[in-house]
């Protein structure tokens, strides 16, 4: 599930990046950033299905990269940007930086996903 998900991550980054083009890179989120925001989509049935959702689109999306599908992945994306909007506004910005130490709290949480 690790291997899936940091992929998952690095494929949602990707799709995410255009909407973070600056001149570098946005700084990782805080590892309190990262829990107060999978604290919120736990307690929030509505939040926990989008984000169920967008992890369901990242697996999409995935297969879509290995297929060099770049049609279905703007789609994909876009979908993924509009589902993370319900979650929180800071949620594209947030799993966009997600690293070694922050990623984990997000891995749990899908994890609840089905």
Request: aromatic share 4%.
């Amino acid at each position: 599930m690790k291997t899936k998900f940091v992929a998952a991550a690095a494929v949602f980054a990707v799709l995410s990046a255009p909407a973070f083009a600056q001149d570098k890179a946005p700084a990782p989120a805080s590892k309190a950033d990262v829990q107060k925001l999978a604290d919120s989509i736990k307690g929030d049935k509505a939040k926990l299905d989008a984000f169920c959702q967008v992890m369901k689109l990242d697996d999409e999306a995935a297969q879509a990269s290995e297929k060099n599908d770049q049609k279905k992945l703007d789609a994909l994306s876009k979908q993924m940007d509009e589902t993370g909007k319900k979650i929180s506004a800071d949620f594209d910005k947030i799993m966009s930086s997600l690293d070694e130490s922050t990623s984990p709290l997000i891995e749990e949480l899908a994890k609840t996903c089905k």
